[in-house]
T-cell receptor, first 112, second 116 residues
Framework: DAKTTQPPSMDCAEGRAANLPCNHSTISGNEYVYWYRQIHSQGPQYIIH???NNETNEMASLIITEDRKSSTLILPHATLRDTAVYYCIVQNSGGSNYKLTFGKGTLLTVNP | GAGVSQTPSNKVTEKGKYVELRCDPI?????LYWYRQSLGQGPEFLIYFQGTGAADDSGLPNDRFFAVRPEGSVSTLKIQRTERGDSAVYLC??????????????FGAGSRLTVL
């Protein structure tokens, strides 16, 4: 599986947009980009995923560059409850798509 | 159920004891996963079940670890002769189907194991 690189930590003001970057320069054509987050003392929570196109759901937006070597997760109006570790994961769509490889993620702290 | 349920939420045991951790996945999810998370690290894959069978157990650290899913629903992770290094949060997840395409996992809250 391709590796991802994320900053270890970021801060954001409450009510502002949080933009979390992820580099995945070795991503291959059949690999999805997934984002999960983990709030303290909870299990990881799925946020969004994409293959080539930008995606949006009720939680966030995912912007994938045209060359697919990087992506950005956008939380449009961050709240204190969005403080969590955010994991960017690339995963192939083939037979081994079950094995998510988590890095250390980005600790996002939303400040009042 | 509505989510993935794991019991116990906390388990403290002594070195050398046997431990069982239980996972009740979302109803209808055929795929089930166990992960382990040490302090300050991301979760690490342990084992994946498709139905009743372990399709991939390559993440189990050694033969003291074993997991079963006899009826294709509830799974139990079993750890024999526990060691202090086994202390971690053990996470269970399930998904509709671990086959090809996008695969979204729903995780439980985890079982925190402390080996004294």
């Amino acid at each position: 599986d391709a590796k991802t690189t994320q900053p270890p930590s970021m801060d954001c003001a409450e009510g502002r947009a949080a933009n979390l970057p992820c580099n995945h320069s070795t991503i291959s054509g059949n690999e999805y980009v997934y984002w999960y987050r983990q709030i303290h003392s909870q299990g990881p929570q799925y946020i969004i995923h994409g293959l080539k196109n930008n995606e949006t759901n009720e939680m966030a937006s995912l912007i994938i560059t045209e060359d697919r070597k990087s992506s950005t997760l956008i939380l449009p109006h961050a709240t204190l409850r969005d403080t969590a570790v955010y994991y960017c994961i690339v995963q192939n769509s083939g037979g081994s798509n079950y094995k998510l490889t988590f890095g250390k993620g980005t600790l996002l702290t939303v400040n009042p | 159920g509505a989510g993935v349920s794991q019991t116990p939420s906390n388990k403290v045991t002594e070195k050398g004891k046997y431990v069982e951790l239980r996972c009740d996945p979302i109803s209808g999810h055929t795929a089930l996963y166990w992960y382990r998370q040490s302090l300050g690290q991301g979760p690490e894959f342990l084992i994946y079940f498709q139905g009743t069978g372990a399709a991939d157990d390559s993440g189990l650290p050694n033969d003291r670890f074993f997991a079963v899913r006899p009826e294709g629903s509830v799974s139990t992770l079993k750890i024999q002769r526990t060691e202090r290094g086994d202390s971690a949060v053990y996470l269970c997840a399930s998904s509709l189907d671990g086959g090809s395409g996008a695969n979204v996992l729903t995780f439980g809250a985890g079982s925190r194991l402390t080996v004294l």
